[in-house]
Structure formats: C-alpha cells, structure tokens
C-alpha cells in the first residue's frame, strides 16, 4: 500500500495557500489513487486543540479533504504535535480515525516502522519538555474541550509567537538538529528495534543509514513545509520525496 507522509505544515486556515496546496493535493488523491495510507505527524495545523468548531470553522475544507479519504477506506493515523492537542475530541471521537501522543511501532507491509512527531528529540530544549509536561497533563485534558476556543486560539497564537520569535534569538545549525535527529534514531532503536524511524517537529529535512551496534536502520526526519510544501512518499520498501506545486 502507498503510504504519504506528512509533517509540520503550519497551517493557519483555508484561506492561506499551503493550507490551498494541501487539501488540493488530498481531493487528487481521492479522486485518482486507490486506497493508501495517510500519515500525519503533528502541527499539520499550526494551532488546534480538542473539537472546538472555532478550529473546524478555520480549516473546513483541509478536514473536508481528510475525510473524504476516510470515505474511501483509506487508512489514516494522526500523531499529535506540539501544535495540535488533545485532538483525540475530534477525529478519533466524532470520526474514528486513528489517534496517537506518543511513538508507535507499525508493521506495514511487513517493514517496522517507528512513527512519531519528534518532539522529544531534542532533550536539552528543557523549558519546551516543562510545557509539554503540562499541557498533556492529565489535568488539561478536560479542560481542553469545556474552555471556549477563542481562549486557547489566543493562548495558540501567543505560543506559537513566542516559540519562533525563540528560535530566531537562538538559531540552531542545521547540521546540529540532524545530529540531534540521528542520536534519537540510535537511542530508540536499542530501546525497540525498527527497520525505519520517521519523525518530523525538527522542521529540517534528513534521511540517513545508521548502523547501530552492528545493525542496519533508517532515520527519517520531514521538514517542514516553511522551506516549502512536499511530500514523503513510501512504497514497495522505496521511499521518494516531492516538492508540490504552489
């Protein structure tokens, strides 16, 4: 099966033109492709928490998209980033779509594969392991669907402000993050081996062997879609990564 990979899109709402670019790559897919397989590895929206409508209401026709693939009996499994959260309300609960918030293993067509968002690659970033300690704490859970949407859309969009406001104080050397990116690679791996790991969160393209106390492995990270919209294509053990049209 044709499984699509993708991560760290940011969208913000249907009206802006990756948000365009997407869904209109997802409405081709279901009008010309049999049924794959629909990865998503966290901050596909750049903010999105539980099943608030204010969220549906920004990103009506990428959802629309989704589902529609749904329909199809496509098979989809959504992780959640650090952008979208507690997520399970919406397309787990309304919809029955697979949900995960942490790393899983998957055989796919007899190839174990260790999927996850990538947020817990980087392990020196302490302040962002203190907020993701409390958002998904078991305390914020309820609390994510009873207060309104306008509240964490403002909560949202300050985060999402101060984090690249951060990163542009304190820049991180491409070749850093992918050494960040591979020592993940090789501590999961002897944790639980894998044939390939995919992540994203990193927001910087990589795809290496690496050989870990003698053993083969591949370690995938997504980019993101700021350095332009793309997707990670896996078929027949071959994987291919294409830039889409603006």
Same mark, same amino acid.
């Given at each position: 099966?044709?499984?699509?990979?993708?991560?760290? /899109?940011?969208?913000?709402?249907?009206?802006?033109?990756?948000?365009?670019?997407?869904?209109?790559?997802?409405?081709?897919?279901?009008?010309?492709?049999?049924?794959?397989?629909?990865?998503?590895?966290?901050?596909?929206?750049?903010?999105?928490?539980?099943?608030?409508?204010?969220?549906?209401?920004?990103?009506?026709?990428?959802?629309?998209?989704?589902?529609?693939?749904?329909?199809?009996?496509?098979?989809?499994?959504?992780?959640?980033?650090?952008?979208?959260?507690?997520?399970?309300?919406?397309?787990?609960?309304?919809?029955?779509?697979?949900?995960?918030?942490?790393?899983?293993?998957?055989?796919?067509?007899?190839?174990?594969?260790?999927?996850?968002?990538?947020?817990?690659?980087?392990?020196?970033?302490?302040?962002?392991?203190? #907020?993701?300690?409390?958002?998904?704490?078991?305390?914020?859970?309820? /609390?994510?669907?009873?207060?309104?949407?306008?509240?964490?859309?403002?909560?949202?969009?300050?985060?999402?402000?101060?984090?690249?406001?951060?990163?542009?104080?304190?820049?991180?050397?491409?070749?850093?993050?992918?050494?960040?990116?591979?020592?993940?690679?090789?501590?999961? #791996?002897?944790?639980?081996? #894998?044939?390939?790991?995919?992540?994203?969160?990193?927001?910087?393209?990589?795809?290496?062997?690496? #050989?870990?106390?003698?053993?083969?492995?591949?370690?995938?990270? /997504?980019?993101?879609?700021?350095?332009?919209?793309?997707?990670?294509?896996?078929?027949?053990?071959?994987?291919?990564?294409?830039?889409?049209?603006?």
């Amino acid at each position: 099966m044709k499984t699509y990979f993708f991560s760290d /899109l940011h969208l913000k709402n249907d009206e802006d033109r990756p948000s365009q670019i997407f869904a209109g790559y997802l409405e081709s897919l279901a009008a010309n492709s049999s049924r794959g397989r629909l990865c998503l590895l966290g901050d596909i929206f750049d903010f999105w928490l539980a099943d608030h409508s204010l969220f549906l209401r920004r990103h009506q026709r990428v959802v629309t998209a989704i589902l529609n693939l749904k329909k199809l009996n496509w098979e989809i499994l959504y992780f959640e980033g650090n952008h979208d959260l507690h997520i399970h309300w919406f397309w787990r609960h309304r919809y029955g779509i697979t949900v995960y918030n942490s790393a899983q293993y998957l055989n796919f067509e007899g190839v174990i594969f260790r999927l996850e968002h990538g947020d817990l690659i980087n392990l020196n970033d302490k302040s962002y392991l203190k #907020f993701r300690g409390f958002v998904r704490h078991g305390l914020i859970r309820p /609390l994510a669907k009873i207060l309104p949407g306008r509240f964490w859309r403002s909560i949202g969009d300050g985060l999402s402000r101060k984090s690249r406001e951060a990163g542009s104080r304190r820049p991180i050397a491409a070749s850093e993050l992918r050494t960040m990116i591979r020592e993940h690679a090789e501590r999961s #791996f002897l944790e639980r081996p #894998f044939d390939v790991i995919v992540t994203g969160h990193m927001h910087v393209q990589d795809d290496v062997e690496i #050989f870990v106390k003698g053993r083969q492995t591949r370690s995938i990270n /997504l980019g993101s879609w700021f350095e332009g919209p793309h997707v990670t294509i896996w078929e027949a053990g071959i994987f291919q990564t294409h830039s889409l049209p603006n």
